[in-house]
């Protein structure tokens, strides 16, 4: 069993950002992501407890690129 889940900055309007990954991941790798709401401008990624993407001071990654690092922590 895989944990995973994605925690998004409610406040900050992230929902839409982390439901489109989530959806991504089900349809690419048949996962199914815990969808956290929380603040402070947080964007977080977790497989197996481990932050594998989140949103950094200049960059906020894509529902492609949140896959394709799921893709590899699972490899």
């Known amino acids: 069993m895989t944990d995973l889940s ?4 409610r406040p900050c309007g ?3 950002r982390a439901r489109e ?6 349809e690419r790798l048949g996962l ?7 603040k402070g401008g ?4 977790k497989l197996d407890g ?6 950094a001071k200049g960059h906020f990654p894509d ?4 896959v394709t690092a799921v893709a ?3 490899a």
């Open 72 to 74: 590899a922590g699972r």
């Open 32 to 38: 199914d992501a815990e969808l956290v709401p929380g």
């Open 42 to 45: 947080v964007f977080e990624v």
């Open 63 to 66: 529902a492609a690129e949140i």
């Open 14 to 16: 992230y929902e839409k």
């Open 6 to 9: 994605i925690t998004y900055c």
């Open 50 to 55: 481990k932050v594998i993407a989140k949103r």
């Open 21 to 26: 990954a989530a959806a991504l991941l089900r």
